[in-house]
């Protein structure tokens, strides 16, 4: 079991940043692959970024590369995403997921590959 804590959300304006933390607790962090989600009111929850067990393969969706960066550091059983040149189109709850790895270099992109979910921190920004 692996307890995930978000925090580090809040309000900002158009072009401002954020960084969101996920603090994990419960096993070893570094056995778990971690993924960023976001859920806007009446939209779906999506992607945002994900990073492999090492953080040395990471993918983005296409709305935030270039402006937001996933990274974790395995000492700490932290998981951070940096958010640069917000926009109103990223107002939305904001969700950190694990999923259960051993080794490679994958990351997952799917809401149904992950084991555990965080309870959310809600970012909004304003024009």
């Known amino acids: 079991q692996v307890q995930l804590v978000e925090s580090g959300g809040g309000l900002v304006q158009a072009g401002g940043s954020l960084r969101l933390s996920c603090a994990a607790s419960?096993?070893?962090?570094?056995?778990?692959?971690m993924g960023w989600f976001r859920q806007a009111p009446g939209k779906e929850r999506e992607i945002v970024a994900a990073?492999?067990?090492?953080?040395?393969?990471?993918y983005y969706t296409d709305s935030v590369k270039g402006r937001f960066t996933i990274s974790r550091d395995n000492a700490k059983n932290t998981v951070y995403l940096q958010m640069n040149s917000l926009k109103p189109e990223d107002t939305a709850v904001y969700y950190c997921?694990?999923?259960?790895?051993?080794?490679?270099?994958?990351?997952?992109?799917?809401?149904?590959?992950?084991?555990?979910w965080g309870q959310g921190t809600q970012v909004t920004v304003s024009s």
């Open positions: 997921a694990a999923k259960a790895v051993y080794s490679g270099t994958y990351y997952f992109i799917s809401l149904d590959d992950y084991d555990y």
């Open positions: 419960g096993r070893t962090f570094s056995n778990y692959a």
């Open positions: 990073t492999n067990w090492s953080g040395g393969s990471t």
